[in-house]
């Protein structure tokens, strides 16, 4: 298992990535749904401030101090540097869990920045991108990033022997050179995301709240075919998940799904039916 997510528009959105274990959004019900796999969780990433995507967090940091586990783990939260509602929030939570038997931490972040997930020989680390929601509401989307080495392009073509002997030669740093690819990238609520902040990545979380552009009053969310779009420009490597659909499309999506069958895409698109519990393999 990759990954669980659930989302409906407006009512509530999460997604846990479990090979880092990683809380993407936190809305209502992500406790009742994961059970005890919420003391797996290290890092919750918000993406913005909106009841949808913070509802879950009062029950989730209650949780890991009451229920069956280990009480002593730290928990990261992540969000938009700026955000009202969660600034609100943390001193709701100062407030009001002063017996917390773990250590929980609040941290800003902006456009840019990085959090490291792991050391060692490809190390991996989260880096925080700019999306468009609303005025007034900061609003980020998170790439999981890899750093992987690979041939230079002037070596590609040796064969197996001719490379082995130039790393016994000592030359296996100037033969090489490093890269970063992208395995995870959710945008969180936005208008299309910027195609060049998750150019490449394997896996694209899109929201796609509406399917057609008719049905959009105003421009803070995406279409199905934006998301798709975005997914062509960014050279999307295996799948293209598409979340946080409008409810009114709940008994539709056969048809949206030969729709975009008919298009002969590149990589996969999962829909993720706006109420169900969807495990990623
Ligand atoms: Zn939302």
Redesign the pocket.
């Known amino acids: 298992m990759k990954a669980i997510i659930f989302s409906k528009?407006?009512y509530s959105?999460w997604v846990y990535y479990s090979p880092d274990r990683i809380l993407f959004d936190c809305g209502e019900g992500v406790s009742t749904i994961l059970e005890n796999k919420v003391f797996a969780i290290k890092h919750v990433f918000l993406s913005h401030g909106?009841a949808?995507?913070i509802s879950g967090l009062m029950g989730l940091i209650n949780i890991r101090n009451n229920a069956m586990g280990d009480h002593e783990k730290e928990l990261r939260v992540y969000y938009p540097a700026g955000s009202f509602f969660v600034s609100e929030l943390i001193s709701y939570f100062g407030r009001t869990n002063r017996n917390l038997q773990y250590e929980l931490e609040w941290i800003p972040l902006k456009p840019g920045d990085r959090v490291t997930l792991l050391s060692g020989r490809h190390p991996r680390y989260i880096e925080a991108f700019a999306t468009v929601h609303v005025r007034g509401e900061p609003s980020l989307g998170y790439n999981v990033c890899e750093v992987r080495r690979r041939l230079k392009p002037e070596y590609r073509d040796l064969s197996q022997e001719e490379i082995v002997a130039l790393v016994r030669a000592g030359k296996k740093e100037e033969i090489s050179e490093t890269y970063v690819q992208y395995l995870f990238s959710y945008g969180g609520?936005s208008v299309p995301l910027n195609p060049t902040l998750v150019q490449g990545t394997e896996v694209l979380l899109h929201?796609a709240?509406f399917v057609d552009d008719e049905d959009r009053k105003e421009y803070k969310h995406s279409t199905v075919w934006e998301a798709i779009d975005v997914a062509k420009k960014a050279g999307v490597q295996k799948e293209l998940i598409l979340f946080?659909l409008s409810s009114r499309y709940r008994w539709d999506l056969d048809k949206v799904e030969q729709k975009i069958a008919e298009l002969q895409l590149p990589f996969r698109v999962r829909i993720i039916p706006p109420g169900e519990v969807v495990e990623i393999e």
Do not use: C, Q
């Open positions: 528009a407006l959105t909106h949808d995507h609520d929201e709240t946080h």
